[in-house]
């Protein structure tokens, strides 16, 4: 039997699983990153050799597990982080570390690019506006503040193709990670050589764009070596980790959408041509689907706002949890599960990290509101599981207006895992939410890419057709859903009303 392999390089880390044919995963690992390095409110960078050293454990974690050898695989596909900004020189020599997706110091340079542009002609060009999260801000950034690196820049790969560059020696990526570096001709699927000269980037610096399941290289000698993977095994293009995780979650025809609680949250639709939101709230991307596109809201501090928590206050949960052999997430839900839907009016905004959709302000701020001496812990804990689901119901109230059809949710991501979570998506959407019989999202999106490549399907929604199941169904609570489509009206005015205040606290330096 011919296994396929799908890596993920993630956030936190990198994933490499092993898949059958009928999309069981035989054998997975997690390679730890360091945590990302926050030196300024706003900043947010990593190193990429430590996205590589976790590949390396996480590839042989993944064959060990499986009882297999590198022999066993017949391609590989590569799913990540999406925007990152890796700059090397031309010894190949990484020259600083990644700026990654939520650092958000780019603001001035967005500013610059929509003024230089245009923000009609933007859409146009790339189908997106300028926005921080992206990678030519974070370049032209680079290129402002740090010129005597930027000058010495012969490579820009973005965080799953630096990887691509050590296991194949190729500097390449795929139209769904290209998409969102604000370069690419989204429509044409190429890098636009309007926008290239409008920056003055120079195109010799960019890696060559392929289609999702197209192969861009093969695992060289030195690799093999190091990895256990098989000299010459194929590694296709893969996809940027919402369209790699659109294809694990069998997001590949139009009416499914999926919702991925990861660090980010993201909602994601297929859609057959490009569909341009004017006011450029949500992205329009390439698909990792060949020849089709999707449009996607994100909100930067979704798992993020959990982690946040857990780790300012959250010390007597992770103590118990330590003691007891569980996982501290499960405590600090299961308080959340003892409070009523809407937290008894509590209201959280999951600003951590700016935010994107629909606000587009990298100046955004977290906040409770509504809080009185009444309201305890599993309230705030609560109110963060809900008010992270109201910044996902945004996007998808955009797809409404746009005319995209939504008939069922795929949850996926580490939220997806908590059953109380996913009744609140549920409640908070108004629509069925399922979850899968295998919920590795991008790394198994990676790998079914590469089963393409293999043979193993004859296309991506073939794939899709044998490898994806459903596996829960949870339908939303009327009582519920009606409380909290007027909750959510306070939610979606509540930011409009405090923007000015933190603009003036950002200018503060807060």
Not at 381 to 393: T, W, Y
Request: proline residues 5%.
């Amino acid at each position: 039997m011919s296994y396929v392999m799908g890596i993920d390089v993630g956030t936190s880390g990198t994933r490499a699983v092993i898949v059958r044919p009928d999309g069981h995963v035989v054998g997975a690992a997690t390679g730890d990153h360091q945590p990302m390095l926050m030196l300024k409110p706003g900043w947010a960078e990593q190193e990429p050799a430590d996205w590589w050293a976790a590949t390396v454990k996480a590839v042989r974690g993944a064959l060990e597990a499986a009882k297999l050898t590198g022999e066993d695989i017949a391609a590989i596909g590569l799913s990540g982080q999406m925007h990152g900004v890796v700059l090397l020189d031309k010894t190949n020599a990484v020259l600083r570390p990644s700026l990654i997706w939520c650092d958000q110091r780019s603001q001035a340079q967005c500013d610059w690019i929509t003024q230089k542009v245009g923000a009609d002609r933007l859409i146009q060009l790339v189908s997106n506006p300028a926005l921080t999260g992206f990678s030519a801000p974070k370049m032209l950034w680079v290129r402002d503040n740090e010129p005597q690196i930027f000058e010495r820049t012969a490579h820009f790969l973005l965080p799953k193709d630096y990887v691509r560059f050590h296991l194949t020696g190729e500097f390449a990526t795929d139209v769904s990670d290209a998409s969102g570096t604000l370069l690419l001709d989204v429509t044409n699927r190429k890098w636009s050589k309007e926008m290239l000269s409008a920056l003055g980037i120079d195109s010799s610096i960019l890696p060559r764009v392929y289609e999702s399941p197209e192969v861009t290289g093969e695992i060289s000698r030195e690799t093999a070596l190091v990895t256990g993977l098989k000299a010459g095994t194929p590694v296709v293009g893969g996809g940027g980790d919402q369209a790699s995780s659109a294809v694990g979650n069998g997001i590949v025809s139009p009416g499914l959408t999926s919702a991925t609680l990861g660090t980010s949250g993201v909602i994601f639709a297929y859609t057959d041509a490009p569909k341009l939101d004017p006011k450029g709230r949500i992205h329009t991307f390439c698909h990792a689907v060949p020849g089709k596109w999707h449009v996607m809201g994100v909100t930067q501090g979704a798992g993020l706002s959990l982690r946040w928590f857990r780790d300012n206050f959250g010390e007597s949960e992770v103590w118990k949890a330590r003691q007891k052999g569980v996982d501290p997430y499960d405590l600090l839900i299961q308080q959340a599960e003892r409070v009523p839907p809407g937290s008894e009016g509590v209201v959280w905004l999951p600003y951590l990290m700016g935010e994107r959709t629909p606000h587009l302000d990298a100046q955004a701020r977290g906040m409770w509101f509504g809080m009185t001496a009444a309201h305890k812990r599993g309230h705030m804990i609560r109110s963060i599981l809900e008010g992270v689901a109201f910044s996902l119901r945004d996007s998808y109230e955009i797809f409404k207006e746009l005319g995209i059809p939504i008939e069922q949710i795929r949850a996926s991501g580490g939220g997806s895992r908590s059953l109380a979570w996913r009744q609140i998506q549920a409640d908070i959407y108004g629509k069925e939410v399922v979850t899968l019989r295998t919920s590795e999202g991008s790394a198994l999106g990676a790998a079914l890419l590469a089963g393409v490549a293999a043979k193993t399907y004859s296309s991506v929604e073939e794939s899709s057709k044998q490898a994806i199941v459903i596996q829960d169904r949870i339908s939303p609570k009327p009582a519920n859903v009606s409380l909290y489509d007027r909750q959510y009206a306070v939610y979606r005015n509540l930011y409009p009303a405090v923007r000015e205040l933190s603009h003036q606290l950002a200018a503060l330096g807060g």
